[in-house]
């Protein structure tokens, strides 16, 4: 009983001690929003004409968010934004969809039982199958031009190339016994293949995402001063 009143006694410390060390700290101190607009010009291209470039644009950003001592609000041009980034997609090809098949005949050893002694029983099944491939290249060139406004402030310019080839692969039109294919092949299956807006974010993504989101945290980590 006088060792029960110790571990009651050292508890109870131990919780005051936690609810005082709760309540004694400094309430977390919300990001500045910062606007920030962006302004996309692209060439004569019929490809660019079926992507949405309000979805982008807030895609766009909402990766360049991510990290960031700040929270980036998009605003419009006239709004005066605190961060400016003119977007100049000089080329944007999407080339036409290559969708190949192949007939292929399969075959696997599978268990279908135990003979006497307890050891599994193989039987070798076959089926045939059409191996389907899908491919689609894009390609797009990025001209940025980034801007903070202010003091000290910030300018970037830079041009980035990138490159993508879709690619998938999958089982269709199976005759046979469905055992004979790889578990692993059956599951892949056709998947949904992208659209145009997409491949022009992958292609974003690719490094120029990257590099501005880099440029734009340093810049803003040192202006905010840490928390005493």
């Not at 490809?47 to 979805?55: R, S």
């Not at 089982?171 to 807006?197: C, F, H, K, W």
């Not at 340093?218 to 005493?228: G, H, I, L, S, W």
């Amino acid at each position: 009983m006088k060792y029960l009143k110790y571990t009651l006694l050292l508890f109870i410390m131990v919780e005051m001690a936690c609810n005082s060390s709760k309540s004694g700290r400094t309430p977390k101190v919300p990001k500045r929003e910062v606007p920030f607009a962006i302004n996309i010009k692209v060439q004569n291209n019929a490809t660019i004409n079926f992507v949405n470039t309000d979805y982008f644009a807030l895609q766009f950003l909402q990766d360049l968010d991510q990290f960031q001592a700040v929270n980036f609000v998009l605003v419009g041009a006239e709004e005066n934004p605190e961060v400016v980034l003119n977007l100049d997609i000089t080329s944007f090809t999407l080339w036409p969809r290559d969708e190949r098949m192949t007939r292929r005949r399969v075959s696997r050893s599978v268990a279908v039982g135990t003979d006497a002694a307890g050891k599994p029983i193989y039987q070798t099944v076959t089926a045939s199958v059409d191996i389907v491939q899908i491919q689609r290249r894009s390609n797009a060139r990025f001209v940025t031009n980034l801007t903070v406004k202010g003091t000290p402030g910030f300018k970037f310019q830079r041009t980035f190339a990138a490159n993508y080839n879709y690619v998938n692969n999958y089982v269709d039109n199976v005759q046979g016994d469905y055992r004979a294919l790889d578990p692993g092949v059956m599951t892949r299956g056709s998947a949904i293949e992208p659209t145009e807006d997409d491949f022009l974010l992958i292609l974003a993504r690719q490094e120029m995402i990257r590099r501005l989101s880099t440029e734009l945290r340093k810049y803003y980590d040192a202006q905010v001063k840490p928390t005493e």
